[in-house]
């Protein structure tokens, strides 16, 4: 039987520190091609995200049938830009960093940048990398058949051997997150550190997370962190569901303080507007939200809560279950 790994990442955990991208981006995006990539990226949210506003970019399903999207140009991921790394290390008559070329956009772009107005004022970091779909539009797009999900943790894959780069599925996947490689021809993207897996190990991004903000585990074990997360208290939802593509990575929504009124006195009203996270997670942000809230306060009167003793991960080891998923 096909089982599906997945993670779960609880956004209010997340501090923007970016050492999960880096962690990515050390370990798989260092080729000729890949300059540019970012297979794993944190946004700040609300914001244009990387590439640039790839929410308005469509692809995915829509009546079971695959919805037309546009092609991301290399520019919308961001410049490279040279810097005089040399001199200003090297040569004492340097005092600063000069930057030869100046950015218009790039993957943090825009970073820390509230929106609404002060004091209610708002934003906050979402950690984005492939969803490995259970309806991959990608692959339903690839002409070729380069593109494939393994059977035994549903992670997918591209066929370096088989790609012809086509960019079929970088229009197809409404999350942007294929990448074209301008050297290879190839169409490369995250592979969810799958060699890591097969040893029983959690993806580079997130053992390194410092702030110990994710799970990984398989969806069918009902004793794991996911499932439990996912299915039993439905605290878990996926980024924009109605794209159809059935997402594995799951993000827990994230409660900032409450408004200020009129007054400068703490209001009952969310400082982040409920619409804009129904915007983002669906109708099944308002359930969740209530369910967190319901938690957090029966954890602060001292009684005993399953569900925030899962998100506080005080054994950080616990939030990684993953079997040796080897085929010998």
């Known amino acids: 039987?096909?089982?599906?790994?997945?993670?779960?990442?609880?956004?209010?955990?997340?501090i923007g520190c970016h050492t999960c991208?880096?962690?990515?981006?050390?370990?798989?995006?260092?080729?000729?091609?890949?300059?540019?990539?970012?297979?794993?990226?944190?946004?700040?949210?609300?914001?244009?995200?990387?590439?640039?506003?790839?929410?308005?970019?469509?692809?995915?399903?829509?009546?079971?049938?695959?919805?037309p999207g546009q092609l991301m140009s290399k520019e919308s991921h961001g410049t490279e830009c040279s810097v005089n790394h040399e001199a200003v290390f090297f040569d004492a008559?340097?005092?600063?960093?000069?930057q030869?070329?100046?950015?218009?956009?790039?993957?943090?772009?825009?970073?820390?940048?509230?929106?609404?107005?002060?004091p209610n004022n708002y934003h906050f970091y979402l950690p984005r990398l492939c969803n490995h779909c259970t309806k991959p539009s990608c692959l339903e797009a690839c002409p070729v058949r380069a593109i494939y999900k393994r059977?035994?943790?549903?992670?997918?894959?591209?066929?370096?051997?088989?790609?012809?780069?086509?960019?079929?599925?970088?229009?197809?996947?409404?999350?942007?997150?294929?990448?074209?490689?301008?050297?290879?021809?190839k169409s490369q993207k995250c592979i969810f550190c799958f060699p890591r897996l097969e040893k029983g190990e959690a993806p580079a991004c997130a053992k390194q997370c410092p702030g110990k903000l994710r799970f990984v585990g398989f969806l069918e074990d009902e004793d794991g962190p996911i499932h439990k997360l996912v299915y039993e208290w439905k605290v878990a939802l996926?980024?924009?569901?109605?794209?159809?593509?059935?997402?594995?990575?799951?993000?827990?929504?994230?409660?900032?303080?409450?408004?200020?009124?009129d007054n400068g006195d703490i209001s009952d009203d969310p400082r982040v507007p409920i619409e804009y996270l129904r915007?983002?997670?669906?109708?099944?942000?308002?359930?969740?939200?209530?369910?967190?809230?319901?938690?957090?306060?029966?954890?602060?009167?001292?009684?005993?809560?399953?569900?925030?003793?899962?998100?506080?991960?005080?054994?950080?080891?616990s939030m990684f279950n993953i079997p040796d998923v080897r085929i010998e």
């Open 1 to 14: 039987m096909a089982r599906q790994v997945a993670m779960v990442i609880d956004l209010n955990k997340c």
């Open 100 to 118: 030869d070329e100046k950015m218009k956009v790039g993957s943090n772009w825009n970073e820390d940048s509230s929106s609404g107005e002060y």
């Open 151 to 185: 059977e035994e943790d549903g992670v997918v894959l591209i066929d370096q051997d088989k790609c012809q780069g086509l960019r079929a599925c970088n229009t197809a996947c409404p999350y942007k997150k294929i990448y074209y490689n301008h050297v290879t021809k």
């Open 93 to 98: 008559s340097e005092i600063r960093l000069r």
């Open 279 to 317: 915007q983002l997670f669906g109708e099944e942000v308002d359930g969740a939200l209530i369910t967190l809230d319901v938690e957090m306060e029966r954890k602060k009167q001292g009684k005993s809560s399953q569900l925030m003793d899962l998100l506080i991960a005080k054994d950080w080891k």
């Open 238 to 261: 996926p980024l924009h569901p109605e794209y159809g593509t059935e997402p594995n990575v799951f993000y827990v929504p994230p409660i900032l303080p409450n408004a200020y009124d």
């Open 21 to 67: 991208t880096t962690a990515c981006k050390s370990l798989w995006t260092d080729e000729p091609g890949q300059e540019y990539m970012l297979w794993h990226n944190v946004e700040t949210k609300p914001g244009p995200g990387y590439p640039e506003n790839w929410e308005a970019s469509g692809g995915g399903w829509e009546n079971g049938q695959l919805k």
